[in-house]
């Protein structure tokens, strides 16, 4: 296996290689660095996070950069806050034996004079979200004639979240740019425009495929009735429970709800959605990455660019529409080599969507069954067993204090210790998991007896018209609203944020809503009549990215 100093990287880069405990390159770092090395290429890497693409641009980055010139000479774009900070710590790991060298991140949402004050210390590196920087060249903080390098990282991210003029006008702005290093999971044909508008003839280097799920991740679904989501992802946590993981929904309504429902059974989880100040989001991320806190629960928008360690589990509350938001959630899970777990909870109708996702992913996807109430049990209890047979017992005073417990117990027997110990963690499963039903949908003809398909019936029912009718009067169309808007893929949104972006706007869930047809400028939402008005109200006439939004009912005349 190749080493990182035959690669060409200096020997203090590799020095802090070593110091990481990176041993060989990753396969983007083997076929990256020695191009990036040359300085003049331009690049696109196509690679999923947890490939070790950072280290892929940022070692021959700092290889690149003249210590002793105390300007900015490279420029690293990236979509979030999160990541911005998640680079520059890892450029502070690999610069530690280079003296001179400064880095500084730059974002929304703190102060912008700290930020100046910081690039004007003299930093040969900034790392930027796009808005952020583009306030920064306005004030004239950044000068970008000296400019050589830019990086684009998680391109598709920032285009998706409607950065494409920001981006544009970076490339633009920097006229001494000797090279652009793109890294992206995916290759939208917007990203092909932008390369071939500002690259020439760029080295591109796919790791695995792109669209491409990690291969050490294990994808399972579960099919279960709509009504039974909760359920299910209750006993898909308490089924695991050492899981550290990140559930993902459509809505930060959905976020929310399911958190302080959790929250308030016991559960240590949080949510991480978009109406979060930045110090709430802060805390929360920091409390999730020690590990204080063992469940995230986020929306797509607000999980960007996060990159937290050893996620055992992705869970996806629903299945997202595109196959490009899955890859991205599945991919915070089976990171540098370890392996990790998606598991998707889907709803018998979804199944096709699943497939479609399972072709383009091109890795296999397993069908489970949600546990029984007695499986759950039987996990815990073995579960609990082990830690406490596992418990370090060799610190602390423990010895003092052994005749008094001998003498406290002297007339209780093992077993019933172990008992007593038992009930004291099992008690809340065993009462809720008592009179458990199964909550998978079977083959109907199958297992026409079993409560699966009563379940399924029970689904049907409430799908052509529970007894308040709901869904029936949805279903006609004498019921639906078309509404339209002047919005569309042009700017930047794809089904599923789209959907989130109407819901969260509007305050409104989601089962109101009906088809979406989504064209280049503009979309058509089908919608419950009685809901069409609020729709309108919230979002007709607001502002997005500078435009003024139009929503009006499609089929009147106005
Ligand atoms: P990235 O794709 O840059 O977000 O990297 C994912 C994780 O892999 C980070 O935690 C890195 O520290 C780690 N990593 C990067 N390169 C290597 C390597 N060559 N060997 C082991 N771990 C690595």
């Not at 429902?261 to 559960?267: P, S």
């Not at 001998?406 to 007339?411: G, L, V």
Request: hydrophobic share 35%.
């Amino acid at each position: 296996m190749i080493t990182f100093s035959e690669l060409g990287l200096d020997e203090k880069l590799v020095k802090a290689t070593d110091a990481l405990g990176f041993v060989n390159p990753s396969p983007i770092q083997e076929k990256a660095i020695p191009v990036l090395l040359s300085g003049t290429k331009d690049f696109i890497g196509l690679a999923q996070t947890g490939t070790g693409k950072t280290a892929a641009f940022g070692l021959p980055l700092l290889q690149l950069m003249d210590a002793k010139q105390k300007f900015p000479q490279a420029l690293v774009v990236c979509p979030t806050r999160e990541l911005c900070m998640q680079i520059v710590n890892d450029l502070e790991n690999f610069k530690k034996f280079l003296p001179g060298m400064q880095v500084v991140a730059v974002y929304g949402g703190t102060s912008i004079s700290m930020q100046v004050r910081d690039i004007r210390k003299g930093v040969q590196i900034v790392v930027a979200t796009p808005g952020r920087l583009i306030d920064l060249i306005e004030r004239k903080a950044v000068n970008l004639e000296e400019i050589k390098y830019v990086v684009l990282d998680e391109a598709d991210e920032m285009l998706n979240m409607g950065f494409q003029e920001d981006i544009e006008f970076i490339l633009k702005n920097t006229p001494n740019r000797e090279a652009t290093w793109l890294f992206s999971a995916t290759m939208p044909p917007e990203i092909r425009r932008v390369s071939k508008k500002y690259m020439t003839t760029p080295f591109e280097v796919t790791v695995g495929k792109a669209n491409t799920a990690n291969k050490s991740i294990d994808h399972q679904y579960y099919v279960v009735a709509a009504q039974h989501r909760y359920e299910a992802l209750k006993r898909l946590i308490d089924f695991n429970p050492g899981m550290y993981g990140i559930i993902f929904t459509r809505t930060k309504l959905d976020a929310q709800d399911i958190a302080e429902k959790l929250t308030r059974e016991g559960y240590d989880i949080d949510a991480l959605h978009g109406d979060l100040t930045q110090a709430q989001r802060d805390k929360v991320m920091n409390a999730f990455r020690e590990k204080t806190l063992q469940l995230l629960i986020a929306t797509d928008v607000a999980a960007r660019g996060i990159d937290v360690k050893e996620i055992t589990h992705v869970i996806n509350y629903e299945l997202p529409d595109d196959v490009e938001v899955y890859t991205h959630r599945s991919g915070r899970t089976g990171r540098a080599g370890s392996t990790g777990i998606c598991m998707s909870i889907v709803h018998a109708r979804e199944t096709y969507k699943l497939r479609t996702i399972e072709k383009m992913v091109q890795a296999p996807f397993h069908k489970l069954e949600i546990p029984s109430g007695k499986d759950v049990c039987r996990k815990q209890f073995f579960y609990f067993m082990d830690k406490l047979l596992k418990t370090d017992i060799s610190h602390g005073d423990y010895e003092t204090y052994l005749p008094m417990l001998e003498e406290k117990f002297a007339d209780v027997s093992k077993e019933e210790v172990l008992q007593r110990v038992a009930a004291l963690e099992f008690d809340r499963f065993l009462k809720y998991y008592e009179n458990s039903g199964d909550l998978n949908v079977r083959e109907q003809r199958k297992d026409r007896d079993q409560r699966g398909s009563r379940d399924e019936r029970g689904d049907r029912n409430r799908r052509g018209g529970n007894e308040r009718g709901e869904r029936r009067e949805f279903n006609s169309p004498a019921n639906t609203t078309r509404l339209f808007v002047n919005l569309g893929t042009k700017d930047g949104f794809y089904k599923a944020s789209f959907l989130q972006f109407i819901l969260d706007m509007s305050d409104l869930k989601k089962d109101v809503l009906g088809r979406i047809d989504m064209k280049e400028m503009n979309s058509w939402i089908e919608i419950e009549s009685k809901a069409a008005k609020q729709m309108i109200k919230s979002i007709d006439g607001k502002n997005f990215r500078g435009r003024k939004i139009r929503m009006n009912d499609a089929d009147s005349r106005r």
